[in-house]
């Protein structure tokens, strides 16, 4: 029997832009419930990424990421949600960061709003590490006010968090690429694909120091404090656009299995 969240019969040869939800209309998206109740959501982060990163690296990614497993599988993506939990990049011109109960309240709402509709499968592909506790905050309060508020479909309704850039093939390729000069912050990783998407990154690349090595984070001045250009023990500089191109085809590939897996199961 399929799965009444299962992936639509035309996966695989489905175009970018019929599965972004923002170009649909209503009545499109009933007949897409009808035969699929799997949506994507796009999670990143509007913060530094050291002296040449965008600020604006998580959510590129986690969006091309999450459009390219939509175009495999013919899952609808709704919009990126670009602000995330990034307190602790305060401290650097240009991010803006949502406070975790703000973050929680804004994805709790996001599920609502997808599950009072019929979709039953939220699939987050999440860009930034401070997302994931937050989110999974969220989930649990989505569930219970699904269930108290008698949602037809709330026994049913499942989320998960699927961060791109944890995704065991581009972990293993990272890590063997650039080694121990990955680190965990402005990653060449997470940099390389920005600069696969939008080729004007490039010009702002340049060698830089060795970064401060990885450690605790207590608050923004702190962060500044220990990792004064926004570095954790990274070297963005080892990044290039065809290193990008292949992690967007490693998560995307990765995470199009585990969404299609999400979709068949009852559990």
Known sequence: MTSPAAAPSNAGSTSVEAIRLQLRSWPEVETYLERCRGVIVPLGSTEQHGPTGAIGT?????????????????????????????EHHLGFAGTVSLQPSTLIAVLHDIVLSLAGHGFERIFVVNG????????????????????????????????????????????????????????HHATPSEIALTLHLEPS???????????????????????????????????????????????????????????????????
Not at 62 to 77: C, D, H, K, P, Q
Not at 222 to 240: I, N, T
């Open 201 to 267: 990154l490039e010009s702002k690349q340049r060698p830089l120091p060795e970064a401060a090595p990885a450690g605790p984070i207590h608050g923004p001045a702190d962060f500044r404090r220990r990792h004064p250009d926004g570095r954790m023990g990274s070297d963005p500089f080892l990044a290039s656009p065809e290193h990008g191109q292949e992690f967007l085809e490693l998560a995307a590939t990765a995470l199009s299995t585990d969404l299609e897996r999400f979709l068949a199961t009852d559990s």
């Open 58 to 86: 998580d959510a590129l990614t986690a969006e091309a990421v999450a459009l390219e497993v939509g175009r495999r599988t013919g899952v609808l993506v709704t919009p990126a949600q670009a602000f995330g939990m990034a």
């Open 128 to 183: 930034h590490g401070g997302n994931i506790a937050t989110g999974k905050a969220a989930f649990a309060q989505a569930y219970a006010t699904a269930a108290g508020r008698g949602l037809p479909g709330a026994e049913r309704l499942r989320c998960r968090m699927a961060n791109w850039f944890m995704a065991a093939p581009v972990f293993q390729k990272a890590r063997e690429l650039y080694g121990d000069r990955e680190g």
